[in-house]
């Protein structure tokens, strides 16, 4: 049992369970009946996304000189009570089931899964 973390929209791993889509927004111009048999998600799951704000910025200049300000502001944003509960269930589930989280981001280095991989080890999951 394990959670793995995912690229959205590549091909499903074997064994990866239910894929959840930890991301600000659907993807555009998938219509919502194909998102899993695409390799989208399973289940939009945005409570663990950058909030908007913090993406725009990210997105306005994605520079690896801008990483640390990204992940400061996103991990700021996951110490919030409702994120740190859902960060412990979902480590506590790694030990039960297996599923997966993504993001769309080809560089999982500068994209928030990376940050969110180490929060839910930082949690006792189970990372697959």
Do not use: Q
Not at 38 to 43: C, E, H
Not at 65 to 74: I, L, N, T
Not at 112 to 117: D, E
């Amino acid at each position: 049992m394990s959670v793995f973390i995912v690229k959205l929209g590549s091909p499903r791993l074997p064994g990866e369970g239910l894929r959840l889509g930890t991301v600000r927004r659907p993807p555009r111009g998938v219509p919502k009946a194909e998102l899993a048999e695409r390799d989208w998600y399973d289940l939009w799951f945005p409570n663990l996304a950058p909030s908007a704000d913090t993406l725009k910025r990210w997105k306005a200049d994605p520079s690896p000189a801008h990483w640390p300000a990204f992940s400061k502001r996103y991990l700021a944003e996951m110490a919030a009570p409702e994120a740190r509960h859902t960060i412990a269930l979902l480590a506590a589930l790694s030990h039960r089931t297996d599923f997966s989280v993504g993001c769309y981001c080809t560089d999982e280095a500068h994209c928030h899964r990376s940050l969110l991989r180490t929060l839910l080890a930082d949690c006792g999951a189970l990372i697959g």
